[in-house]
């Protein structure tokens, strides 16, 4: 009798949680979209239905960060921000605004198409590993995971912890002093690498290594006209910053950055 008993509860348990999965199959894929919050996601993969598979190259550094309230990331040149809602499998982006910076043609096609799925996206899907966004015409963009959410990927290095955060006013440009109006600088933060040119607002990603490498990314910017003066130190400056290959800290207020073959920026610490 006893043992009836038992296998009687044991197949009421049973029965009972078949019903819960049943009655509520959201609950299980809502704990797993709401998962989505306070992680950051790179792109590996674009997608177009009716033109093709793009392998994304990993120092493009495109992202996708989400938070409990919003959405930002970089697109390829610029930084946007926005709003995002989940529903089951379903998503959908809103009030998504981008920085008006320039960068090469194929830059600027790839960052369209880009939020142009992003925006439009309806479906998503996701493990530990892996996040796809997919809207109605099938076109869709695969992510993978950042293990250091919210922190920058070469914040293990001792000298991006130093200089995380900072910002630098250039004095030297490969043995040229600077003149008072000639104004450049270069500020390190989480999101990547910007600052003033002499004329315009650049941005970009950047990495340093433990042994004081330094491969700053593909440079974008704003495209306003100046003197020629400054146009010219713009032009110098973008070059050499382009092809820096070391970053050393002189002193607590003196940053170098040195290309390949020698030649120095040296810069004097704002903040």
């Known amino acids: 009798m006893k043992k009836r008993f038992y296998l009687v509860g044991i197949f009421t348990i049973f029965i009972f949680s078949c019903f819960i999965s049943n009655a509520f199959p959201w609950r299980k894929k809502t704990d797993s979209i709401n998962n989505l919050r306070e992680t950051s996601w790179q792109l590996v993969t674009l997608k177009e239905k009716n033109v093709g598979s793009i392998t ?11 938070t409990k309230n919003g959405v930002s990331g970089f697109s390829g040149v610029n930084r946007f921000s926005g709003r995002y809602e989940v529903n089951n499998d379903s998503i959908s982006f ?26 439009s996206a309806k479906k998503v899907r996701h493990d530990k590993d892996t996040l796809i966004l997919e809207n109605t015409k099938g076109d869709t963009l695969t ?13 293990s290095a001792p000298l991006n912890r130093e200089i995380l955060n900072t910002e630098w006013k250039l004095v030297n440009m490969a043995g040229r002093n600077l003149g008072s109006n000639e104004y450049v600088t270069i500020a390190f933060s989480e999101d990547g690498v910007n600052g003033n040119s002499g004329v315009n607002d650049y941005f ?14 593909v440079l974008s910017s704003t495209r306003m006209a100046g003197p020629d003066n400054l146009m ?11 092809n820096v290959k070391k970053i050393k800290l002189a ?7 040195s290309t390949e073959n020698g030649k120095n920026l040296i810069f004097q610490k704002i903040r």
């Open 143 to 155: 992510f993978r995971k950042l293990r250091t959410s919210g922190k920058h990927e070469s914040e």
């Open 204 to 217: 970009s990603s950047y990495t340093i290594t433990n042994h004081n490498n330094i491969r700053i990314g």
């Open 251 to 257: 002193d607590k207020d003196t940053l170098i950055l």
């Open 94 to 119: 809103s009030e998504l605004s981008v920085n008006l910076m320039s960068g090469s043609r194929s830059a600027m096609n790839f960052e369209e198409r880009f939020l142009r799925i992003l925006r």
């Open 232 to 242: 010219r130190l713009e032009r110098d400056f973008v070059t050499f910053l382009q």
């Open 56 to 66: 994304v190259d990993d120092d493009a550094k495109i992202s996708l960060s989400f």
